[in-house]
């Protein structure tokens, strides 16, 4: 039961992430969701925010109505998750660069 949650977790991610914006700021993240294309118009921007957090623990929650029902990982989750992880791989990359070209000015 467990991995056809995350499964449909991950369905759910790639239907909407193109719809969703995540942010860090003050230690949490904001995931900004504009909604189902084929459900909104542009009179009508259903945009909803989350909270998604992490506590000294390591758990982390999200303020979505999926989350707090199921307490199990959601899309805005896996929206930071992704979010963060290519920032850190964007954050290398620059590193690595700043290293070779100290090395060019040796």
């Known amino acids: 039961m467990v991995t056809t949650k995350r499964i449909v977790r991950w369905e759910t991610y790639n239907r909407d992430k193109n719809n969703m914006i995540a942010s860090h700021l003050n230690g949490y993240w904001t995931v900004l969701s504009f909604g189902a294309r084929k459900t909104r118009s542009k009179k009508n921007s259903p945009v909803r925010q989350y909270r998604v957090s992490k506590?000294?623990?390591?758990?982390?929650?999200?303020?979505?109505?999926?989350?707090?029902?199921?307490?199990?990982?959601?899309?805005?989750?896996?929206?930071?998750?992704?979010?963060?992880?290519?920032?850190?791989?964007?954050e290398e990359a620059e590193r690595e660069e700043r290293v070779k070209a100290a090395i060019a000015r040796w």
């Not at 623990?57 to 896996?78: A, I, P, Y």
């Open 55 to 90: 506590d000294e623990t390591g758990n982390v929650t999200c303020t979505c109505e999926d989350f707090l029902k199921n307490n199990s990982v959601c899309k805005h989750q896996l929206a930071v998750w992704m979010k963060a992880r290519q920032e850190k791989k964007q």
